[in-house]
Every structure is written in C-alpha cells, then in structure tokens.
C-alpha cells in the first residue's frame, strides 16, 4: 500500500516560478527521499531528508520534513523547463534490519513552460 | 561503469507465456529490488534482494519469481503472463544497510495481450 502521497497530482508554471510539492505519510520513519522521473525513464534521486532533520538545500532543492504532521514538501527555486518531469517522495518505514523497503507514493507531474 | 542496465527495453507478450526480466550492476550494491510502475500510480515493491542467495517478497509478488545467485544480477520472471501484468518494470540497487539512495535502472516496458 503507498505510504507517502503527493499534493497536488499535477502543477503547471511558468519558467523562473517557484514549484511546491507536498508529500505526507503514515508510519514512523527513517528518512524521506524524493525522486524525480523524466518522462519514459528511470527514476533519478534527488534529495534525501532524516527523520531528525528538519529542513535540507541542495542547489534549488529545498525540502522540509515535520515529522508530527507526518508531511515533507520539496521546493524547486526558479524552475527550468528542465525541470519538467514526475516527481515522488519515497519513505524508508523503519523496519528494522535487513528490511529495508522504500514506500513511493503517485508522484506529482511538474510542467514547466517555457 | 553502467551502473543498472535493464534488458530487454520493450517487449509484448501472449496470456500464457512466460519470459525473463534481466538486470545487472556493476557497482556491487548488496540490494536489489523490482518494481512495477502503473498509470497514475506510484512504484510498487515487487520481491528484493539482500545479498547474493537471499531473496523476499515485496508488496506485490503474485506471478513472480526472482533468484539472486550472483551480486551482479537479479532476474524477474513470469511464469504464466496475464494483461494485469501490462506495466513498466524497474530494477533498483542499494548499496547495504546504513545506506539510502536507490539507483534505478532504464525500465522494460511489457505488453501482455
């Protein structure tokens, strides 16, 4: 069953706008990545955020993560249209040694228009 | 270094028949994984692989079966194909416990008619 789901389904922006997507989750948990899917491709990973963290940079990403409200949201500073693709919060529940599965939830698609 | 390679990228199959999902790395990760992404959906465990010798069931394992005798590659196949398994698969690595990207390989995008 899917953990995290992502808000909203879809986002469409202009080039040089800020994107928000949201992710919340259900169980306790490690950490929280997100990921992002060029269209007929692989996932990519991005960024990855601890359960003791509160907030992560990297380049334009930034993600926050309140782990008592059980949600992380992914900001993408001045987007490119590069940057559109499907984007997914993938969870590491906790399970314990040796179980290490990663909870992905149905992604946002991000468009860019240029 | 070509990190997770995939094989084959397409393929379409009859009800009935069975095939082999094929992925290697080459970067000694200790886990590996299978996927299946649908429409609208996320990503969804299918079995996993803790080392060479070692494997478990995921989220959604019916109709599939793994083997993992090598680190190198770990195998997906389907016994009897039905159209509930139209999808396209992804083969993930890890490095071991302690650490926490994944990396996913290209994707076979099947057909079952």
């Known amino acids: 069953s899917q953990q995290g789901e992502e808000d909203p389904q879809a986002l469409s922006i202009q080039e040089g706008e800020n994107a928000t997507m949201n992710c919340s989750y259900k169980?306790?948990?490690?950490?929280l990545q997100w990921y992002r899917q060029n269209s007929g491709r692989g996932l990519v990973h991005l960024i990855l955020?601890?359960?003791?963290?509160r907030e992560k940079h990297s380049g334009r990403l930034r993600v926050t993560l309140d782990t008592s409200k059980k949600s992380s949201s992914l900001l993408i500073t001045a987007s490119r249209a590069a940057d559109t693709a499907s984007y997914f919060c993938?969870?590491?529940?906790?399970?314990?040694?040796?179980?290490?599965?990663?909870?992905f939830g149905k992604g946002t698609k991000l468009s860019v228009i240029p | 270094n070509a990190g997770v390679t995939q094989t084959p990228k397409f393929q379409v199959l009859k009800t009935g028949q069975s095939m082999t999902l094929q992925c290697a790395q080459d970067?000694?990760?200790?886990?590996m994984s299978w996927y299946r992404q649908d429409p609208g959906m996320g990503l969804r465990l299918i079995h996993y692989s803790v080392g060479a010798g070692i494997t478990d069931q995921g989220e959604v394992p019916n109709g599939y079966n793994v083997s993992r005798s090598t680190t190198e590659d770990f195998p997906l196949r389907l016994l009897s194909a039905a159209p509930s398994q139209t999808s396209v698969y992804f083969c993930?690595?890890?490095?071991?416990?302690?650490?926490?990207?994944?990396?996913f390989g290209p994707g076979t995008r099947l057909t079952v008619l």
């Open positions: 993930a690595t890890r490095a071991g416990l302690g650490t926490d990207t994944q990396y």
């Open positions: 993938a969870t590491d529940d906790n399970s314990g040694a040796g179980s290490y599965q990663l909870t």
């Open positions: 955020i601890r359960s003791n963290e």
């Open positions: 970067m000694n990760h200790e886990y």
């Open positions: 169980t306790s948990i490690n950490n």
